[in-house]
């Protein structure tokens, strides 16, 4: 059983930046893909970000592009979501995932574990 541990929510003012990390517990984490997702209250899920196994590849929704970035450090099990230039719609939990396979588009149907979330607040 993957476990998966998110960190680096917090409170940002509107145009500033959090860093999340999101550590798995298996060894094979290099082999699989890993998503971010979020959920504001109210709302369905929603596609944040996605990275191949080897990091070469990444995919990211609209409403993030050019504002968010995603890494992975296989060496430490650890994946990343650099969140840039807030905005009042990012709030929400973000919860990370792995992948069943080696690349993930962004259905959650493609993620088979997931993590606890972390909470994000932006402060206009």
């Known amino acids: 059983q993957v476990q998966l541990v998110e960190s680096g929510g917090g409170l940002a003012q509107a145009g500033g930046s959090l860093r999340l990390s999101c550590t798995a517990s298996?060894?094979?984490?290099?082999?699989?893909?890993m998503g971010w997702f979020r959920q504001a209250p109210g709302k369905e899920y929603e596609f944040v970000a996605a990275i191949a196994w080897s990091g070469g590849d990444s995919n990211y929704a609209d409403s993030v592009k050019g504002r968010f970035t995603i890494s992975r450090d296989n060496a430490k099990n650890t994946v990343y979501l650099q969140m840039d230039s807030l905005k009042p719609d990012d709030p929400a939990v973000y919860y990370c995932?792995?992948?069943?396979?080696?690349?993930?588009?962004?259905?959650?149907?493609?993620?088979?574990?997931w993590g606890r979330g972390t909470q994000v607040t932006v402060s206009s």
């Open positions: 995932a792995q992948g069943a396979r080696g690349w993930a588009k962004g259905d959650e149907n493609e993620f088979d574990y």
């Open positions: 298996e060894r094979t984490f290099s082999q699989y893909a």
